[in-house]
């Protein structure tokens, strides 16, 4: 451990910082498609039993229109979170009805892209904007994209602990300037050490060879079963550049320096026009094609393991709700879904995500040049592709390293912060989950990925047809739960009411979908 996160770790053992840390909010938001038994993707609409995609808090689509997304609202309490998040899936399953949930984050089988439908939102111009967004990354990256599910971790820490933080630091200026300041200096460390993350969690080293459509590889694929990829290595080919990849992003270099600095780079990302998507025209025969044809349609498009968040008001652009009022939370985005989990998550990453974003905040974290951030993204990558073979090294500040020395220390310098959060919650629950993942370095096969590849190899059993077991077997031990936080009558009224707000969404507009893109636009 370093000196200075010693004696900052020390700074923070009062109680009165202790019983602030309990406040730390989570929510999760996890995406899973809908299947037909056979593992085929499913090409019903929306279930109007689950309410409108639109406007349900809980329940809503992404991508494509059978990619849900399940969202936790923001909790103290892990178990609870969970509990919600389980709910939310027993109820989905048994308003779907013999469709399943996707237990994987690289797609089921498709035969054809053509098959990846563009989720639907209703009439309204907020709702066709939705589409059209996602009929721009359609015409921009290709539909397979829009099939691959993760989940997102969303972190706050609570005002009393930021305030009594602020004093230790001597930091005299506003509150939220400081919030937000700290929040990116935790966003420069996530960035540099994000790879550990990805080689415990990475859950993605094989996909079905369907998710190529006739592309040409760029990596030298291994076999398996009758019709699915690995990488013997790797960790998640989710994250890799066969995921979510714009060629025109990499030389953006959104800085993560400051706040301004960030929603600047943002911006000029938004109002850059784009030769490559130039050539797929905005407006074609009368029917939008994209959203405009800059280098990003919106912020949304923008991929980051990792983003600065505030909640937005109704109409409002995500970078002009930063600029007004700050950074509220983050927004992990390296996660994949967890296929040894029914509901993608479990309370074990949780509490190890604790952990390392408050390393990432308490760590010295100077600016991010973009020659370290371009250094930062190397290091992933080769941990996405190669993270369990032996003797990997990445870049440290411009020398090689061995991955799992570093990541030695960095279990190291996480284990006092283990026990400061246990004397904070009382129990052991931190230092456990440490000596859990801890068996990761001492064994790479004891990785997520590591688990789920040996078994497929094992049985010599095709990726997806494993997802498609384990999507029944999480069906039925769904199905046989009860009810934990909310009621089957509960989610009935949110799903009515979700819809009515559609319904009134759609009669109070009073603008054309041109006027409204405009107007949405103007705030550049």
Same mark, same amino acid.
């Given at each position: 451990?370093?000196?200075?996160?010693?004696?900052?770790?020390?700074?923070?053992?009062?109680?009165?910082?202790?019983?602030?840390?309990?406040?730390?909010?989570?929510?999760?938001?996890?995406?899973?498609?809908?299947?037909?038994?056979?593992?085929?993707?499913?090409?019903?609409?929306?279930?109007?039993?689950?309410?409108?995609?639109?406007?349900?808090?809980?329940?809503?689509?992404?991508?494509?229109?059978?990619?849900?997304?399940?969202?936790?609202?923001?909790?103290?309490?892990?178990?609870?979170?969970?509990? =919600?998040?389980?709910?939310?899936?027993?109820?989905?399953?048994?308003? /779907?009805?013999?469709?399943?949930?996707?237990?994987?984050?690289?797609?089921?089988?498709?035969?054809? =892209?053509?098959? /990846?439908?563009?989720?639907?939102?209703?009439?309204?111009?907020?709702?066709?904007?939705?589409?059209?967004?996602? =009929?721009?990354?359609?015409?921009?990256?290709?539909?397979?994209?829009?099939?691959?599910?993760?989940?997102?971790?969303?972190?706050?820490? #609570?005002?009393?602990?930021?305030?009594?933080?602020?004093?230790?630091?001597?930091?005299?200026?506003?509150?939220?300037?400081?919030?937000?300041?700290?929040?990116?200096?935790?966003?420069?460390?996530?960035? &540099?050490?994000?790879?550990?993350?990805?080689?415990?969690?990475?859950?993605?080293?094989?996909?079905?060879?369907?998710?190529?459509?006739? &592309?040409?590889?760029?990596?030298?694929?291994?076999?398996?079963?009758?019709?699915?990829?690995?990488?013997?290595?790797?960790?998640?080919?989710?994250?890799?550049?066969?995921?979510?990849? +714009?060629?025109?992003?990499?030389?953006? +270099?959104?800085?993560?320096?400051?706040?301004?600095?960030?929603?600047?780079?943002?911006?000029?990302?938004?109002?850059?026009?784009?030769?490559?998507?130039?050539?797929?025209?905005?407006?074609?025969?009368?029917?939008?094609?994209?959203?405009?044809?800059?280098?990003?349609?919106?912020?949304?498009?923008?991929?980051?393991?990792?983003? #600065?968040?505030?909640?937005?008001?109704?109409?409002?652009?995500?970078?002009? !709700?930063?600029? &007004? &009022?700050?950074?509220?939370?983050?927004?992990?985005?390296?996660?994949?879904?967890?296929?040894?989990?029914?509901?993608?998550? +479990?309370?074990?990453?949780?509490?190890?995500?604790?952990?390392?974003?408050?390393?990432?905040?308490?760590?010295?974290?100077?600016?991010?040049?973009?020659?370290?951030?371009?250094?930062?993204?190397?290091?992933?990558?080769?941990?996405?592709?190669?993270?369990?073979?032996?003797?990997?090294?990445? +870049?440290?500040?411009?020398?090689?390293?061995?991955?799992?020395?570093?990541?030695?220390?960095?279990?190291?310098?996480?284990? #006092? /912060?283990?026990?400061?959060?246990?004397?904070?919650?009382?129990?052991?629950?931190?230092?456990?989950?440490?000596?859990?993942?801890?068996?990761?370095?001492?064994?790479?096969?004891?990785?997520?990925?590591?688990?789920?590849?040996?078994?497929?190899?094992?049985? =010599?059993?095709?990726?997806?047809?494993? !997802?498609?077991?384990?999507?029944?077997?999480?069906?039925?031990?769904?199905?046989?739960?009860?009810?934990?936080?909310?009621?089957?009558?509960e989610f009935e009224k949110m799903a009515e009411q979700s819809l009515r707000e559609q319904q009134e969404i759609e009669q109070a507009d009073d603008l054309s979908f041109d006027q409204y893109l405009e107007r949405y636009f103007a705030d550049l």
């Amino acid at each position: 451990m370093s000196h200075f996160l010693e004696q900052r770790l020390a700074a923070l053992g009062t109680t009165s910082f202790k019983t602030a840390i309990k406040g730390i909010r989570r929510g999760i938001e996890r995406e899973t498609l809908r299947i037909k038994p056979d593992g085929q993707l499913a090409q019903t609409d929306h279930a109007k039993a689950l309410g409108s995609a639109l406007t349900h808090p809980l329940i809503t689509t992404d991508f494509s229109e059978s990619l849900l997304e399940f969202i936790t609202p923001a909790q103290t309490d892990i178990e609870v979170t969970l509990k =919600q998040l389980t709910d939310i899936h027993k109820f989905a399953l048994s308003h /779907i009805g013999e469709e399943r949930l996707w237990a994987g984050s690289m797609p089921c089988y498709i035969d054809n =892209q053509d098959e /990846i439908r563009l989720a639907q939102y209703g009439s309204s111009n907020v709702g066709t904007m939705k589409t059209v967004y996602r =009929q721009g990354l359609k015409n921009r990256y290709g539909s397979m994209m829009q099939a691959i599910s993760g989940v997102h971790f969303n972190f706050s820490i #609570p005002q009393e602990f930021w305030q009594q933080y602020q004093k230790l630091l001597g930091d005299t200026g506003s509150l939220q300037d400081f919030i937000s300041a700290q929040y990116l200096h935790l966003i420069r460390n996530y960035k &540099r050490y994000v790879w550990l993350v990805v080689y415990l969690f990475g859950a993605s080293p094989a996909m079905c060879s369907s998710f190529l459509q006739g &592309r040409e590889p760029k990596y030298k694929f291994q076999t398996l079963g009758k019709g699915s990829l690995y990488l013997p290595y790797a960790t998640s080919l989710r994250m890799s550049d066969l995921g979510y990849t +714009n060629s025109a992003q990499s030389s953006l +270099n959104i800085s993560y320096n400051n706040l301004p600095d960030y929603i600047q780079g943002l911006r000029q990302a938004i109002s850059t026009p784009s030769a490559e998507y130039a050539s797929i025209g905005i407006k074609v025969d009368g029917e939008y094609q994209q959203l405009n044809d800059n280098i990003l349609q919106i912020e949304n498009e923008f991929y980051s393991t990792i983003r #600065p968040k505030r909640t937005t008001q109704s109409g409002e652009r995500p970078t002009c !709700a930063l600029k &007004r &009022r700050g950074v509220e939370y983050i927004e992990v985005r390296a996660l994949d879904v967890n296929p040894f989990s029914a509901v993608g998550i +479990n309370a074990e990453q949780m509490r190890f995500l604790d952990l390392f974003l408050i390393y990432c905040l308490l760590e010295q974290s100077p600016d991010l040049s973009a020659e370290e951030q371009t250094i930062t993204e190397q290091n992933l990558r080769k941990v996405v592709t190669d993270g369990r073979r032996q003797n990997l090294d990445l +870049n440290d500040q411009g020398q090689p390293r061995l991955m799992l020395d570093w990541a030695e220390q960095l279990f190291a310098d996480l284990m #006092p /912060i283990a026990e400061w959060m246990d004397a904070a919650h009382g129990g052991d629950a931190y230092k456990a989950v440490m000596k859990e993942f801890y068996l990761g370095l001492l064994d790479p096969n004891q990785t997520y990925s590591g688990k789920l590849l040996s078994r497929l190899i094992a049985q =010599q059993q095709d990726s997806p047809y494993y !997802a498609l077991s384990l999507a029944e077997q999480y069906r039925q031990q769904l199905a046989a739960m009860d009810y934990q936080i909310y009621s089957e009558a509960e989610f009935e009224k949110m799903a009515e009411q979700s819809l009515r707000e559609q319904q009134e969404i759609e009669q109070a507009d009073d603008l054309s979908f041109d006027q409204y893109l405009e107007r949405y636009f103007a705030d550049l």
